[in-house]
């Protein structure tokens, strides 16, 4: 079923609304951007409004801050276990229906957080959020591999971080806020309030991108040959962990900072949402001035550099725990540039890897990035949390960074050596 308001903006711009066809006018494309963005925003959102309370959560519900981080951890996972159940399911059935399974699902599990009693039923329900919030991040990249190629995916990618970006960078502010005037809960009614209207907006602006005659239902051996195709193919799989390792060394900031900065250097949940948002508008910056580049400088080359920046700021964070010279201001300005970097490293390295295969496995394609993505960048990053303490630390934040960086830029350039050799062949 396609959505009249889109089909009409697509229809005056290329002249017909088919399932599959790109958008070409500016109002149509600016409107996918927002849904898609809307869609793709809620999983940054779960995990980012709730950050300031972390300390508050712990002493609520009488857990410890690795229990409370946990949660975090369950989440990334959930997304990554869901992506791979729900891009197959988008081959088979279209896009539409299994993005609105989840999205209603999400916001039922939003809504049942409010009344956590526990730490671990907190843990499972995150878990849960994450399996179905996976819809809107694994559909949305496929629909633009739907649409788009190449160069034309980069950009769409690029703005779509834009819109994207504002979701890590408006939740901890938001967080912090929403602490001012209620408990902790509260972030939780309004992340179910901004999944329902996600829903609202897939029903009516959504149009179906995957034509029915390219639809195609896997049993699970050809889901299994299908994935073993995916993680054999060079052009795939590079991309892809370099992708996945460059989430793992920005997921610890995410994850650990919250702690680190008001435990540490006695910062107020509202100034961490600020440092926090400062850093996001880095990001924010990189993913622009990357589709800026988009057609001057190629796009291997330009996630080599985002992949050096990132892993320079790295370098100096290290230099600041050493020398002990390490402050709010100096942190923030470090992760800054990090996050700049990335803005670099995320669009460029899922347009290899989506772009790499054709539109029939674009769901499940999808998937695998997305997977990965959660479950080694999730599973990396709650390292930082295994200290003596027990509490991650800044020192906890280097090793597991530094650590994930190295890894991301030496599978980068090996698989970049390999896809030459076999191109020269």
């Known amino acids: 079923m396609s959505s009249p308001v889109l089909s009409r903006s697509a229809a005056r711009g290329a002249?017909?609304?088919?399932?599959?066809?790109?958008?070409?006018?500016?109002?149509?494309?600016?409107?996918?951007?927002?849904?898609?963005?809307?869609?793709?925003?809620?999983?940054?959102?779960?995990?980012?409004?709730?950050?300031?309370?972390?300390p508050q959560i712990a002493a609520d519900l009488g857990a410890s801050e690795a229990q409370v981080a946990l949660t975090l951890t369950a989440i990334m996972v959930?997304?990554?276990?869901?992506?791979?159940?729900?891009?197959?399911?988008?081959?088979?059935?279209?896009?539409?229906?299994?993005?609105?399974?989840?999205?209603?699902?999400?916001?039922?599990?939003?809504?049942?957080?409010?009344?956590?009693?526990?730490?671990?039923?907190?843990?499972?329900?995150?878990?849960?959020?994450?399996?179905?919030?996976?819809?809107?991040?694994?559909?949305?990249?496929?629909?633009?591999?739907d649409l788009f190629d190449g160069d034309g995916a980069a950009r769409f990618f690029s703005r779509l971080m834009l819109v994207t970006g504002l979701a890590p960078m408006l939740g901890p502010i938001?967080?912090?806020?929403?602490?001012?005037?209620?408990?902790?809960?509260?972030?939780?009614?309004?992340?179910?309030?901004?999944?329902?209207?996600?829903?609202?907006?897939?029903?009516?602006?959504?149009?179906?991108?995957?034509p029915r005659?390219?639809?195609?239902?896997?049993?699970?051996?050809?889901?299994?040959?299908?994935?073993?195709?995916?993680?054999?193919?060079?052009?795939?799989?590079?991309?892809?962990?370099?992708?996945?390792?460059?989430?793992?060394?920005?997921?610890?900031?995410?994850?650990?900072?919250?702690?680190?900065?008001?435990?540490?250097?006695?910062?107020?949940?509202?100034?961490?949402?600020?440092?926090?948002?400062?850093?996001?508008?880095?990001?924010?910056?990189?993913?622009?001035?990357?589709?800026?580049?988009?057609?001057?400088?190629?796009?291997?080359?330009?996630?080599?550099a985002g992949l050096a920046g990132a892993l320079s700021a790295v370098a100096v964070l290290g230099v600041l725990w050493g020398t002990g010279w390490a402050s709010l201001v100096s942190l923030t300005a470090v992760f800054c540039f990090m996050m700049f970097s990335v803005g670099f490293v995320f669009p460029n390295a899922t347009t290899l890897a989506i772009s790499s295969q054709p539109r029939s496995v674009a769901g499940t394609a999808s998937a695998l990035v997305g997977s990965l993505q959660f479950a080694v960048g999730g599973g990396l990053a709650a390292m930082a949390g295994l200290t003596a303490s027990g509490q991650p630390s800044l020192g906890s934040m280097v090793v597991v960074m530094a650590s994930t960086g190295v890894v991301a830029v030496a599978v980068f350039a090996g698989v970049a050596a390999r896809v030459r050799h076999v191109a020269a062949r």
């Open 213 to 304: 005659e390219q639809r195609q239902a896997r049993g699970a051996r050809q889901l299994g040959s299908t994935l073993v195709m995916l993680l054999r193919d060079a052009r795939f799989i590079g991309p892809t962990l370099t992708l996945a390792l460059s989430f793992a060394m920005m997921f610890t900031y995410i994850s650990a900072f919250s702690f680190v900065s008001q435990n540490e250097f006695g910062a107020s949940p509202q100034q961490f949402s600020w440092m926090f948002a400062v850093n996001t508008v880095g990001m924010i910056a990189g993913t622009q001035v990357n589709a800026a580049l988009i057609g001057r400088v190629s796009t291997p080359r330009r996630l080599a």
């Open 174 to 210: 938001l967080g912090g806020q929403l602490l001012l005037v209620g408990p902790w809960q509260l972030s939780f009614v309004v992340l179910g309030a901004v999944s329902a209207v996600s829903f609202v907006v897939v029903l009516l602006w959504l149009p179906e991108s995957l």
């Open 78 to 145: 959930g997304m990554g276990a869901g992506q791979l159940l729900i891009g197959p399911m988008s081959d088979a059935w279209g896009r539409r229906t299994p993005l609105l399974i989840g999205v209603a699902v999400f916001t039922v599990a939003s809504l049942a957080c409010v009344l956590v009693p526990s730490a671990p039923v907190f843990v499972g329900l995150r878990f849960v959020q994450g399996v179905a919030g996976a819809a809107g991040a694994v559909i949305s990249r496929a629909v633009v591999r």
């Open 15 to 54: 002249g017909r609304a088919d399932a599959g066809a790109p958008p070409r006018s500016r109002r149509a494309v600016a409107l996918l951007v927002l849904v898609l963005g809307t869609l793709t925003a809620t999983g940054p959102l779960a995990t980012d409004l709730y950050l300031p309370a972390f």
